[in-house]
Each structure stands twice: as structure tokens, then as C-alpha cells.
């Protein structure tokens, strides 16, 4: 995990193997609101094994848990949200029911986010298993000591944005996997006003920070946040695509900036 400060924003990139992910997202917290944008395009990678090229395939990657004012984005090898291809959508690796379902309920979030927890290391784990028995170079590849995937979670607390993100990495010895959990919280972490995560891919977005220092004090979140996708959609259309989604949580509760039409409405 790298830290970059400019000007007033501060600014957490979670720097993990790019192969691993075919997602950007972006997500700013200041003291009114938390708003998070995402790429659209996803790849499938088989993991048994199969002949073929990866297929993409076109994500809502902004999802919201259950009927409450919790909202998430995830990057990485197990990817989540409705996945839409030509007859069919494809189930391996898609978390999304078990994510919302750790994230529903009533409670803080963090309370939340540690029954999360608890609830995709026993699920990993049985995946991870399955991996190594089925495909051994794949497990290796693509699972054995490489972050597996970030989580983005947006929420309210009495009525104030909380952002917390959570990092998976599989560790693997004789005795079976397991997992180091890397944990940012704001309020908690956060050492300025604003901060800014920013997880997946990384590269366009690092270069177009250097190139326009000046913009994180001049933008609006949202116009910051869409730049920075979009940069990176320009720079690694190999791996991320449009269109953006962005969505915008404040104290009166989340409402999308932009979306596309499979994103679902919020639910109140």
C-alpha cells in the first residue's frame, strides 16, 4: 500500500498485482460525504482450466446491501455484482450475495464489516481449497500469496459517511490457508480532511495524480472521482472500460451521480 499526499487530499492507493484485477475504483470521504465511482468491464478468467480467451463482460461493481445506507465496490479476483453476458451469467467467484449478506442488519458499521469478515475467510477458504485440488497452477497463479481482492465500504453512522476497506491475502502452509486482512477506517485512520482510496488499477491513476497535482483542491468529488476512472479507462483499456458509475452518500442517504442501466435503483 503506497500514501501520496497532495495538497490538501490525502490519498491511499492499495498497489496489488494488476493480472489480478480488471477493475478501478475510487472512492473520496470528507466530512459530508463519501463518493464512490467504478469501471464497467470485467474479465472471466475459468478456473478449471479451460481453453479459450478470457471473456469480458460488462459490471455494476457499486452494489448496495440489502435496503439500508451501506453501500460497496470490490476489486479483484472474485468479482461481484450482476455480470451480463449473451444467454447467461457466469457464477464462479461472485460474492456479491455473500457480501451483502455479512453487510445487512441492523448495528455500526463496523460491526458490520468484523460479521463480513468472519463470514468470506470460512467461504475463501473452501474456495481456495477447491482451487488447489482442482488446478493446481491456477491456485498458484492467481491465489497463493497475492491479494485475492479490496473491498470499498461506504455507510452511515448517525447519520455521518463512513468509509472502511478491507484487503485480502492468502497465505498458504502444510497446515491449510489462511488470510491477512489489511483494515483502513475513516473516521479512525484518516489524518486529513478528505481522503482518497483508490483500489484495483492503479497505473493511469498514478500518473494522472503527477500530471495534475493542482486538481484535488479545485475539483468537486465527483468530477475528481470520475477523472480518475476515466484516466485510467483511457490508459489500461486492456483491463478497465466504461461507462462510470458514481455514486454520492451524505447524510440524507445514497443516490447515484451516474449510473448504467443494470445498476439497480436504491432501495429505501
Same mark, same amino acid.
Given at each position: 500500500m503506497r500514501a501520496?499526499?497532495?495538497k490538501s487530499i490525502f490519498i491511499i492507493i492499495f498497489l496489488v498485482p494488476s493480472t489480478a484485477f480488471?477493475?478501478?475504483?475510487?472512492?473520496v470521504r470528507n466530512t459530508d460525504e463519501v463518493v464512490i465511482?467504478?469501471?464497467?468491464?470485467?474479465?472471466?478468467?475459468?478456473?478449471?482450466?479451460?481453453?479459450?480467451a478470457p471473456k469480458?463482460?460488462?459490471?455494476c461493481k457499486i452494489v448496495q446491501a440489502g435496503d439500508g445506507e451501506v453501500f460497496f465496490?470490490?476489486?479483484?479476483?472474485?468479482?461481484?455484482g450482476p455480470a451480463r453476458m449473451p444467454g447467461r451469467i457466469y457464477p464462479e467467484f461472485d460474492l456479491k450475495k455473500l457480501i451483502v449478506? #455479512? *453487510?445487512?442488519? =441492523?448495528?455500526?458499521?463496523?460491526?458490520? !464489516?468484523?460479521? $463480513?469478515?468472519?463470514?468470506?475467510?470460512?467461504?475463501?477458504?473452501?474456495?481456495?481449497?477447491?482451487?488447489?485440488?482442482?488446478?493446481?497452477?491456477?491456485?498458484?497463479?492467481?491465489f497463493a500469496e497475492y491479494p485475492?481482492?479490496?473491498?470499498?465500504?461506504?455507510?452511515?453512522d448517525d447519520g455521518k459517511p463512513v468509509l472502511m476497506v478491507r484487503t485480502f491475502k492468502l497465505n498458504v502452509s502444510p497446515s491449510g490457508p489462511s488470510f491477512d486482512i489489511a483494515r483502513f477506517a475513516c473516521p479512525g485512520d484518516c489524518r486529513?480532511?478528505?481522503?482518497?482510496?483508490?483500489?484495483?488499477?492503479?497505473?493511469?491513476?498514478?500518473?494522472?495524480?503527477?500530471?495534475?497535482? #493542482? *486538481?484535488?483542491? =479545485?475539483?468537486?468529488?465527483?468530477?475528481? !472521482?470520475?477523472? $480518475?476512472?476515466?484516466?485510467?479507462?483511457?490508459?489500461?483499456?486492456?483491463?478497465?472500460?466504461?461507462?462510470?458509475?458514481?455514486?454520492?452518500?451524505?447524510?440524507?442517504?445514497?443516490q447515484w451521480v451516474q449510473k448504467k442501466s443494470i445498476c439497480p435503483d436504491i432501495r429505501r
Open positions: 501520496l499526499r497532495i480488471a477493475t478501478s475504483i475510487v472512492a465511482g467504478a469501471d464497467s468491464s470485467t474479465t472471466l478468467t475459468r478456473m478449471d482450466g479451460g481453453a479459450g469480458r463482460m460488462e459490471k465496490a470490490a476489486a479483484g479476483l472474485a468479482g461481484i449478506r #455479512g *453487510l445487512e442488519g =441492523k448495528g455500526r458499521i463496523k460491526g458490520k !464489516v468484523d460479521n $463480513l469478515e468472519k463470514m468470506l475467510v470460512a467461504n475463501l477458504s473452501q474456495i481456495a481449497e477447491k482451487a488447489r485440488k482442482d488446478n493446481p497452477a491456477f491456485f498458484t497463479g492467481k485475492l481482492f479490496t473491498i470499498i465500504i461506504a455507510g452511515l486529513t480532511p478528505s481522503i482518497t482510496i483508490v483500489a484495483g488499477e492503479t497505473g493511469g491513476i498514478r500518473r494522472y495524480l503527477r500530471q495534475n497535482a #493542482g *486538481l484535488p483542491s =479545485k475539483a468537486d468529488s465527483v468530477t475528481f !472521482v470520475r477523472s $480518475l476512472v476515466e484516466f485510467e479507462i483511457s490508459k489500461s483499456p486492456a483491463s478497465v472500460g466504461p461507462p462510470v458509475d458514481i455514486l454520492r452518500l451524505t447524510g440524507n442517504g445514497g
